[in-house]
């Protein structure tokens, strides 16, 4: 056995190792957190219940927090451009990236978000695949159209506006959690992303982003059914938006912890957190009236309403799967790809990315806010479980929890912040040369 050899298979093992310790350690102390749950032993309940979260202070200081959002989002977008433009000029093109703009910005999935805008769902011909693609984003820029009566510009004022917003949002999220210092941070990280191209172009991440990191948001600040709303709208954009239930779930639970501990017999407390976990569960299936909605369009326009799933499998390859298998696949065709733009393109920053988001998850669980874990770790298996996945880094950068997250491990040490600032410089700086200058980063 060789050294290629040797690493495809210690890959998908170590990757799911460290998932699944993750994983157990973050459903633990999602219920412990939720249901204070004591055990009496003082460092293990300092574990369990730190940090102490903060309660709003940021409203006075909004406007120099979307200032500074907005400086950090206009250097990275004229970094991306600055990238694709040294790109062009490494690569001998006698042309300039602008004029691949319309090009370049509206490959892949793009064009297909584009036709349903401009024709919405039909059942015959190639775009009767694009059933696939949920229908939020589509709609928003045909009503932007009505506006500027062009779907690239519309596409492109619908991202971008998502994406500054998503980065306030994320600040004031952050900073509730975690404090001024992180919040900073995790906005930075946020627009310097490993999919940072995807946020400004005619994708769902920054709508998707936006909808959900606001309904977190919303949810620990007790507004519960703005919360829903907005959950139910990032799962009409994207399936993991349903995820965002498990953000709300958890803040229904510990806003009635008042009326679960109240003094009384055990078995009274049993019951009565029976029945505000049953009530918190039912309110939290409204999130899904989205996909539900997803549901009906599919039956609609295809006399299926899970006509979808069908397409994904026969013509994109994908179905149900799991973590280690789409790590098995990933690092080997990595090594032995069948296309070989594939390998650079897509296998290469998909492994670099999987393993990179599960040690973020892993080095960050004693100091993450328990949901903000919970969601991680779910998200990661439902977005990077299905088979013949090609979009794992796009996928992982709208994971909002990867930022604050990132940014307390970069707060531990220097080492640990030197580490995080050059492995995030690199996916940014290859995911946008990739994708503007090689038009193969998916």
Same mark, same amino acid.
């Given at each position: 056995?060789?050294?290629?050899?040797?690493?495809?298979?210690?890959?998908?093992?170590?990757?799911?190792?460290?998932?699944?310790?993750?994983?157990?350690?973050?459903?633990?102390?999602?219920?412990?957190?939720?249901?204070?749950?004591?055990?009496?032993?003082?460092?293990?309940?300092? %574990?369990?219940?730190?940090?102490?979260?903060?309660?709003?202070?940021?409203?006075?200081?909004?406007?120099?927090?979307?200032?500074?959002?907005?400086?950090?989002?206009?250097?990275?977008?004229?970094?991306?451009?600055?990238?694709?433009?040294?790109?062009?000029?490494?690569?001998?093109?006698?042309? #300039?990236?602008?004029?691949?703009?319309?090009?370049?910005?509206?490959?892949?999935?793009?064009? #297909?978000?584009?036709?349903?805008?401009?024709?919405?769902?039909?059942?015959?011909?190639?775009?009767?695949?694009?059933?696939? %693609?949920?229908?939020?984003?589509?709609?928003?820029?045909?009503?932007?159209?009505?506006?500027?009566?062009?779907?690239?510009?519309?596409?492109?004022?619908?991202?971008?506006?998502?994406?500054?917003?998503?980065?306030? %949002?994320?600040?004031?999220?952050? %900073?509730?959690?975690?404090?001024?210092?992180?919040?900073?941070?995790?906005?930075?990280?946020?627009?310097?992303?490993?999919?940072?191209?995807?946020?400004?172009?005619?994708?769902?991440? +920054?709508?998707?982003?936006?909808?959900?990191?606001?309904?977190?948001?919303?949810?620990?600040?007790?507004?519960?059914?703005?919360?829903?709303?907005?959950?139910?709208?990032?799962?009409?954009?994207?399936?993991?938006?349903?995820?965002?239930?498990?953000?709300?779930?958890?803040?229904?639970?510990?806003?009635?912890?008042?009326?679960?501990?109240?003094?009384?017999?055990?078995?009274?407390?049993?019951?009565?957190?029976?029945?505000?976990?049953?009530?918190?569960?039912?309110?939290?299936?409204?999130?899904?009236?989205?996909?539900?909605?997803?549901?009906?369009?599919?039956?609609?326009?295809?006399?299926?309403?899970?006509?979808?799933?069908?397409?994904?499998?026969? #013509?994109?390859?994908?179905?149900?799967?799991?973590?280690?298998?789409?790590?098995?696949?990933?690092?080997?065709?990595?090594?032995?790809?069948?296309?070989?733009?594939?390998?650079?393109?897509?296998?290469?920053?998909?492994?670099?990315?999987?393993?990179?988001?599960?040690?973020?998850?892993?080095?960050?669980?004693?100091?993450? #806010?328990? +949901?903000?874990?919970?969601?991680?770790?779910?998200?990661?298996?439902?977005?990077?479980?299905?088979?013949?996945?090609?979009?794992?880094?796009?996928?992982?950068?709208?994971?909002?929890?990867?930022?604050?997250?990132?940014?307390?491990?970069?707060?531990?040490?220097?080492?640990?912040?030197?580490?995080?600032?050059?492995?995030?410089?690199?996916?940014?700086?290859?995911?946008?040369?990739?994708?503007?200058?090689?038009?193969?980063?998916?």
């Amino acid at each position: 056995m060789n050294l290629i050899d040797i690493v495809i298979s210690l890959y998908p093992f170590i990757v799911t190792l460290l998932y699944l310790c993750t994983f157990a350690i973050a459903i633990f102390a999602y219920f412990a957190r939720a249901f204070m749950l004591y055990t009496g032993n003082r460092r293990f309940d300092n %574990f369990l219940f730190g940090p102490i979260f903060k309660i709003d202070e940021n409203k006075k200081h909004i406007g120099r927090i979307c200032l500074f959002v907005f400086l950090a989002f206009l250097l990275s977008r004229i970094l991306i451009l600055l990238i694709g433009q040294i790109g062009f000029m490494l690569e001998g093109k006698t042309t #300039h990236l602008y004029d691949y703009r319309e090009f370049i910005f509206s490959q892949w999935d793009a064009p #297909h978000y584009i036709g349903i805008a401009e024709n919405g769902y039909v059942n015959e011909g190639d775009a009767r695949l694009h059933i696939v %693609f949920y229908p939020l984003y589509p709609f928003l820029v045909r009503l932007i159209n009505l506006i500027t009566g062009k779907s690239f510009l519309s596409s492109a004022i619908l991202s971008n506006f998502c994406l500054l917003a998503g980065g306030v %949002f994320l600040y004031l999220l952050t %900073f509730d959690a975690y404090g001024a210092k992180i919040a900073r941070a995790s906005v930075l990280l946020f627009m310097f992303s490993m999919g940072a191209v995807f946020f400004s172009i005619p994708y769902t991440e +920054s709508l998707f982003f936006l909808l959900t990191v606001s309904c977190v948001y919303f949810a620990r600040k007790r507004r519960f059914y703005l919360a829903i709303l907005l959950g139910a709208l990032s799962s009409l954009t994207r399936l993991p938006g349903a995820i965002t239930a498990v953000c709300v779930f958890f803040e229904m639970i510990r806003s009635r912890l008042g009326y679960i501990r109240r003094i009384g017999e055990e078995n009274t407390r049993l019951k009565r957190a029976f029945i505000v976990s049953g009530e918190a569960f039912f309110k939290c299936l409204f999130i899904l009236l989205g996909f539900c909605a997803y549901l009906i369009i599919n039956k609609a326009v295809t006399g299926d309403a899970f006509k979808f799933l069908e397409y994904q499998k026969n #013509h994109w390859g994908q179905e149900a799967g799991n973590l280690y298998k789409t790590c098995e696949y990933s690092i080997r065709y990595l090594f032995y790809p069948f296309e070989k733009w594939y390998q650079m393109g897509v296998y290469l920053p998909q492994c670099a990315a999987i393993l990179f988001s599960v040690l973020v998850l892993f080095f960050s669980k004693k100091a993450a #806010h328990p +949901s903000d874990l919970a969601y991680a770790v779910v998200y990661v298996f439902v977005t990077l479980s299905p088979t013949m996945l090609i979009s794992g880094p796009r996928y992982i950068s709208a994971m909002y929890p990867l930022y604050p997250l990132a940014a307390v491990i970069m707060n531990k040490n220097r080492v640990s912040r030197i580490l995080i600032i050059i492995v995030w410089a690199l996916f940014f700086v290859y995911s946008s040369y990739m994708f503007l200058v090689k038009w193969t980063y998916l």
